[in-house]
């Protein structure tokens, strides 16, 4: 499977007709992500629930709610970020995804935020943050900032959070949630301050050349 050429719509199209792994087997319809193609804001969360499944869109049930008013709380709505998952397909009964699941769906996520090509990726629960930073537990990680160098994703900052779901069924969460999320405007901005300074330099080096 070729991706490297292939648009966000091109990669959309493929993951509608996939069959990589057991999870196209149950599925009602695909869930490839949604939001602005040219997002600031990457949200990862794991799978397709239910709804998603039914609709072909990713957070529609109570979940999703809950990360609408997240984004709301920030001034943002779902339109102004991408929100995908880790895997496209619904794993039956809301099952964790298994290893191999997420292993044959990776190259469509690579694929997206290579495109999307966004400032802060956001990880929504466990799965989606010890793919791409593994060996941490959530209960601790949650909250910070890690930069990390990804094959194919060059450098990368990843924010982990909670799932959202998880403070429908742990409404103590709820609140720890919600203190995570708004620190989301001052990590892009020192992110865009970083750039900008980066960018500086280099074309201060440019300039040095002549
Ligand atoms: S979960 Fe991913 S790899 Fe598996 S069938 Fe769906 S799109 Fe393909």
Known sequence: MELSQKSLEEVHEIISECKRCTLSEGRTKTVPGSGDAKAAILFIGEGPGK????????????????????????????????????????????????????????PYLERQVQ????????????????????????????????????????????FPIYHPAAALYRPQLKDEIIADFVKVPALLNKIEAEQDKEQTTVEIEQKAMF
């Open 51 to 106: 709804n998603e499944d039914l609709q072909g869109l990713p957070f529609v049930g109570a979940a999703g709610q809950f990360l609408t008013e997240l984004l709301g709380t920030i001034g943002l709505s779902r339109e102004d970020v991408f929100i995908a998952n880790v895997v496209k397909c619904r794993p039956p009964g809301n099952r964790d995804p298994l290893p191999e699941e997420v292993n044959a769906c990776f």
């Open 115 to 158: 495109l999307i090509d966004p400032l802060l990726i956001v990880t929504l629960g466990r799965h989606s943050m010890n793919r791409f930073i593994p060996g941490k537990q959530i209960s601790a990680a949650h909250g910070k900032a890690f930069r990390r160098e990804i094959e194919g994703l060059g450098k990368r900052v990843f």
